[in-house]
T-cell receptor, first 113, second 111 residues
């Protein structure tokens, strides 16, 4: 298996633009997680899905952030409009049962100018 | 508020010696604790875990110790090797899907 795949790996955009991050989980994993990594707060859980259904989005910072999982093999995290404080590394992870080991993708480094 | 804290942002250890990474937590309801390791430009990878019913778990060179009364856990790496240089994240959950991570400790092994 190729592991969790994320695209793009790097994204540089200007403030106010829409940003879409993409994730393909490991086949057969029922849980998908979106995290954001910053120096100050470490890894923060933004939202997670079980069987394509959003379960907990309490970590989504504000309404500018949205996430979807239209099928078992694809998820997106969208920021509209983007702001400089959104600059961070965004990780997607998947797991088989949820409570056990999570497998992380390589991350997307987002820079908002 | 940070429920899982790694108060040492960095640590340097001589190759062959013991590396000890520390983690404190505030919520006594946490049931399961994990350590992840992260290399630059890669996602974190699972290293070792421990349930709250245990106080020690060992896997090769890696041992995690849990002190529930002090709300403290530590990761011991013996002996330390250059390939262990990475950022280590401590994480905890209530036995469910949501992991709460610390801010990480950068470990540098000096040859």
């Amino acid at each position: 298996d190729a592991g969790v795949i994320q695209s793009p790996r790097h994204e540089v955009t200007e403030m106010g633009q829409e940003v879409t991050l993409r994730c393909k989980p490991i086949s057969g994993h029922d849980y998908l997680f979106w995290y954001r990594q910053t120096m100050m707060r470490g890894l923060e859980l933004l939202i997670y899905f079980n069987n394509n259904v959003p379960i907990d989005d309490s970590g989504m910072p504000e309404d500018r952030f949205s996430a979807k999982m239209p099928n078992a093999s694809f998820s997106t995290l969208k920021i509209q409009p983007s702001e400089p404080r959104d600059s961070a590394v965004y990780f997607c992870a998947s797991s088989l049962y949820g409570y056990n080991e999570q497998f992380f993708g390589p991350g997307t480094r987002l820079t908002v100018l | 508020d940070q429920q899982v804290k790694q108060n040492s942002p960095s640590l340097s250890v001589q190759e062959g010696r013991i590396s000890i990474l520390n983690c404190d937590y505030t919520n006594s309801m946490f049931d399961y604790f994990l350590w992840y390791k992260k290399y630059p430009a890669e996602g974190p990878t699972f290293l070792i875990s421990i349930s709250s019913i245990k106080d020690k778990n060992e896997d090769g060179r890696f041992t995690v110790f849990l002190n529930k009364s002090a709300k403290h856990l530590s990761l011991h790496i013996v002996p330390s090797q250059p390939g262990d240089s990475a950022v280590y994240f401590c994480a905890a959950n209530f036995g469910n899907e949501k992991l709460t991570f610390g801010t990480g400790t950068r470990l540098t092994i000096i040859p």
